[in-house]
């Protein structure tokens, strides 16, 4: 199985800042990468797909980049409405695996 | 607009079958691939499966002996069946659309998700 590992698992921040969480994959899973937002109590809601493309509706603070395994996710200017857990997923191989998470927390 | 709605048992003994059943609303099931993922309380998200309206269809190998996926187009329904369950089934199961592309293959849109707890 590929192994998505988030980093970190938990980040504190402050309305305004630029927030970036990075997802490593254990091999190469080409640019299937996508990110989720997740509040609680919620489902998950596609923010990336293709390791830097944008969902439709998505705010353009949120952005998405890759460098061989290496994957990134980051919020130009964090929002109260940001305060969330963040969630990598490839969907290269079987079976898809998710990351463990980063909860933004303030 | 898509719109996915979970339904089921919230409540399932251990050894029985966990049948759910997501109905698509706003566009026809017969596009795309269709998937279940779930994710116990205070955990990560694990994918279960897709099924697609040709037949293809793709597990996850941890599941795969137990799960069935399938889709009633004159429903415009898919539906998922795990058998033999046992407390670690407990969790909240979301159905999801599969949008794909030459590139990327994402879950574009969620159901609100159901809570199945697996105890006698």
């Known amino acids: 199985d590929t192994q998505m590992t988030q980093s970190p698992s938990s980040l504190s921040a402050s309305v305004g800042d630029r927030v970036t969480i990075t997802c490593r994959a254990s091999?190469?899973?080409?640019?299937?990468l996508n990110w989720y937002q997740q509040k609680p109590g919620k489902a998950p809601e596609l923010l990336i797909y293709?390791?830097?493309s944008l969902q439709s509706g998505v705010p353009s603070r949120f952005s998405g980049s890759a460098s061989g395994t290496d994957f990134t996710l980051t919020i130009s200017s964090l929002q109260p409405e940001d305060f969330a857990t963040y969630y990598c997923?490839?969907?290269?191989?079987?079976?898809?695996?998710f990351g463990q998470g980063t909860k933004v927390e303030i | 607009q898509v719109q996915l709605q979970e339904s089921g048992p919230g409540l399932v003994k251990p050894s029985e079958t966990l049948s759910l059943t997501c109905s698509v609303s706003?566009?026809?099931?017969?596009?795309?691939?269709w998937s279940w993922i779930r994710q116990p309380p205070g955990k990560g998200l694990e994918w279960i499966g897709y099924?697609?309206?040709?037949?293809?269809?793709n597990y996850n190998p941890s599941l795969k002996s137990r799960v069935t996926i399938s889709l009633d187009t004159s429903k415009n329904q898919f539906s998922l069946k795990v058998t033999s369950v046992t407390a670690a089934d407990t969790a909240v199961y979301y159905c999801?659309?599969?949008?794909?592309?030459?590139?990327?293959?994402?879950?574009?849109?969620w159901g609100q998700g159901t809570m199945v707890t697996v105890s006698s």
């Open positions: 706003g566009g026809s099931i017969s596009r795309y691939y």
């Open positions: 999801a659309r599969v949008n794909s592309g030459s590139n990327y293959l994402a879950f574009d849109i």
């Open positions: 091999q190469s899973i080409s640019s299937f």
């Open positions: 099924m697609h309206h040709s037949g293809s269809n």
């Open positions: 997923q490839h969907s290269y191989t079987n079976p898809w695996t």
């Open positions: 293709a390791a830097s």
